[in-house]
């Protein structure tokens, strides 16, 4: 079992920054990746972005030189820096742990991006 925690989110205006945490504790060592997907209201959950355990970074070409993933190890936190943020970010981001083949979700943190 994992458990994972979200933390950071908020209101702000397009072209701003924000930072995503996500606190993870449970069974981490068993965990292959980290990552971030977002849900906008009537849209489908959508990947973000991922870090493997071997440090592996992938991205939605959406997101690609405006946010970066990162984690850190002795905290056993994910984090999610978005930088020059549009309006369409705004959405529920979730964090995401994959063990084997199962996958765990955090209950989402609300971000709004104004124009």
């Known amino acids: 079992q994992v458990q994972l925690v979200e933390s950071g989110g908020g209101l702000v205006q397009a072209g701003g920054s924000l930072r995503l945490s996500c606190a993870a504790s449970?069974?981490?060592?068993?965990?292959?990746?980290l990552g971030w997907y977002r849900q906008a209201p009537g849209k489908q959950r959508e990947f973000v972005a991922r870090?493997?355990?071997?440090?592996?970074?992938n991205y939605v070409d959406s997101v690609k030189g405006r946010f970066t993933i990162s984690r850190d190890n002795a905290k056993i936190t994910l984090y999610l820096q978005m930088n020059s943020l549009k309006p369409d970010d705004t959405a529920v981001y979730y964090c995401?742990?994959?063990?084997?083949?199962?996958?765990?979700w955090g209950q989402g943190t609300q971000v709004t991006v104004s124009s």
């Open positions: 995401n742990a994959q063990v084997g083949g199962l996958a765990y």
């Open positions: 449970g069974s981490i060592f068993s965990i292959d990746a």
């Open positions: 870090i493997t355990r071997e440090g592996t970074r």
